[in-house]
């Protein structure tokens, strides 16, 4: 098992020669940006599959269960899209922002 970061933030373990697991914790900026970017591109996989497979009801992350054949649904889909890219957007500039502050603060040592 191998770790990075000062908490915690990645923690490797090989389970086989095929698969390997992440695990992380929010309590890090590094988590709450993982977890930001799962939840997005989870949200988007889990709609295209559940619209490829023909089913009347797509549930989102949130736990919201929309009809994609809908107008509505579609708005509701492309809204709750539009919030988690400006979450996923925020969380990335707050991650680039700490890791620039923390070089800098490593230079000035």
Do not use: C, W
């Not at 990645?10 to 940006?33: C, P, Q, R, V």
């Not at 549930?59 to 649904?73: A, E, F």
């Not at 539009?82 to 957007?89: G, V």
Request: charged share 15%; aromatic share 12%.
């Amino acid at each position: 098992m191998t770790r990075f970061g000062s908490d915690v933030a990645y923690e490797f373990s090989k389970a086989n020669t095929n698969e390997s697991i992440l695990n992380y914790t929010e309590s890090s900026i590094y988590g709450h940006m993982l977890e930001a970017q799962s939840q997005f591109y989870g949200d988007i996989s889990s709609f295209m599959e559940d619209f490829i497979d023909g089913d009347n009801t797509v549930t989102l992350s949130n736990g919201m269960v929309i009809d994609p054949n809908s107008i509505s649904g579609m708005t509701v889909f492309s809204t709750h899209l539009q919030l988690m890219s400006a979450f996923l957007e925020i969380v990335n500039n707050t991650f680039s922002f700490v890791k620039s502050f923390e070089q800098k603060l490593g230079n000035s040592i």
